[in-house]
């Protein structure tokens, strides 16, 4: 059901400059070029899902190809939130928030090394701090976030746009006027979720 999707987005990365910028693009790669997504998959809609309807093509062909892919596929895919921010973060925050984990630890396809997926944001979110053990490499596909490390710089982006963060280094995320599509690769201790970050 996702082969084509995982496709279009091994072939987005291999069109980037970020490949020999990054090496974890590498692993990242191969673990794409090897799934196959199983006969089944179960749907799990959340209400971010409706925020798919505004989004953009970008012009960026690579970027758009995936764009295309996704939404088609979104409604029939299984939708999910990070369960340590279930209980802290805003109802507001949760009703415009969600992911598909595509690879990874429970993920669609499984895999223990790498996780892949792609997230939606609806308009004017803030993702508070937060760091996690994994190295991650985020693409912009749809959206111009801003993002925030922990020296408080703030880096604007728009699509196509890479933005890297080595393991636990503590970043957070605006979110525009639109929706934003973030694809999001980890490589190293995949295991783990994101923690949020007491600014207190």
């Not at 790498?114 to 004017?124: A, M, Q, T, Y």
């Not at 508070?128 to 490390?149: I, M, N, T």
């Not at 982006?157 to 995320?173: I, L, M």
């Amino acid at each position: 059901m996702i082969d084509g999707l995982l496709r279009r987005i091994a072939e987005f990365h291999r069109s980037r400059p970020s490949v020999p910028e990054f090496p974890m693009v590498a692993p990242v790669l191969d673990a794409l070029d090897r799934a196959r997504c199983p006969g089944d998959v179960e749907p799990r809609l959340l209400p971010v899902v409706q925020h798919l309807d505004e989004v953009e093509p970008s012009g960026d062909a690579a970027v758009d190809a995936i764009l295309e892919e996704f939404r088609r596929l979104a409604r029939a895919l299984p939708w999910r939130q990070t369960v340590g921010y279930l209980d802290v973060l805003s109802r507001d925050y949760l009703d415009n928030y969600g992911y598909v984990q595509l690879l990874g630890p429970n993920a669609i396809v499984e895999h223990t090394d790498v996780r892949v997926g792609i997230g939606l944001w609806g308009p004017n979110i803030h993702y508070p701090a937060h760091k996690h053990e994994a190295e991650e490499l985020y693409h912009v596909l749809a959206g111009e976030p801003s993002f925030v490390d922990s020296d408080g710089e703030s880096r604007f982006t728009r699509p196509g746009d890479a933005v890297h963060h080595a393991p636990w280094q503590v970043h957070s995320q605006d979110f525009g006027a639109t929706p934003t599509v973030l694809l999001y690769c980890w490589t190293g201790a995949v295991e783990p979720d994101a923690v949020l970050v007491d600014a207190g």
